[in-house]
Each structure stands twice: as structure tokens, then as C-alpha cells.
């Protein structure tokens, strides 16, 4: 890995989207649970305040989830870049031909299809 001004930026970039993901995440769970007890008004003749919890214990699961998944997704993402992923793939379809046509699709048919296999899980 080369580290250079334009690592620095995209990592600096890709930090500041994983705090603010987190801290979206966390400031909705804190909403969640602030109303937690009581239908917010403008829902209240339309559910109960069982619904409501039911509603709120889901989105409370989602948003941890979610937690996981940004942290996984990053991690995918510095490893198909920074790690030499996408070099790797390269790589290997340079090695089964020298058409370029074929590289090239070759390489975007496999890195959607392995992009696809590793966010199966969430």
C-alpha cells in the first residue's frame, strides 16, 4: 500500500462517514427510547401504545444491526481498496487473458458478484 495524500484524505473521509453513521444510529435509539412510554401524538389514535413498542423494540434491534453492518462494510471497503483487493482481482484476469474487453468485464462481473456474496448477510 502506497500512502500518500490521497490515502490520507479517503480515510479521513471514510472515518468521518463511519462517526456519522454511528452517531445517527445512536441518536435514534436515544429518540426511540425517550418516547418509548408514550405514543407520540400525532400516532396516537391510530396505534396502541403496544404497537408502539413493538415498533420501537424492532427498531432498536435494526439500529444494532446496523451498527455491525457499517463496521463490516467499512472493513470490506479498506480491504477491496487499501488492502490490495481490487489489485488481487485484477490481477487474476490479467492472468486468464490478454483481451482487455474481457479483463475489464470479467472484472466488474466478479467484483459485483463477490460484493453481492460478502453483504449477503445483512
Not at 453513521?21 to 408514550?38: G, H, I, V
Not at 439500529?63 to 463490516?72: A, D, P, S, T, Y
Amino acid at each position: 500500500m502506497q500512502f500518500n495524500l490521497f490515502t490520507l484524505i479517503f480515510l479521513i473521509t471514510t472515518f468521518a462517514y463511519v462517526v456519522t453513521m454511528m452517531w445517527l444510529n445512536t441518536r435514534q435509539a436515544k429518540s426511540m427510547l425517550n418516547s418509548f412510554d408514550k405514543v407520540p401524538n400525532e400516532f396516537a389514535a391510530k396505534i396502541t401504545l403496544e404497537q408502539h413498542q413493538k415498533a420501537a423494540d424492532y427498531t432498536t434491534a435494526k439500529l444494532k444491526v446496523n451498527h455491525l453492518e457499517i463496521l463490516f462494510s467499512t472493513g470490506v471497503l479498506l480491504a477491496w481498496t487499501l488492502g490490495g483487493g481490487l489489485d488481487y482481482l485484477d490481477g487474476i484476469w490479467r492472468s486468464l487473458t490478454s483481451d482487455t474487453l474481457y479483463i475489464g468485464v470479467g472484472f466488474i462481473i466478479s467484483l459485483i458478484v463477490i460484493g453481492t456474496l460478502i453483504d449477503l448477510p445483512f
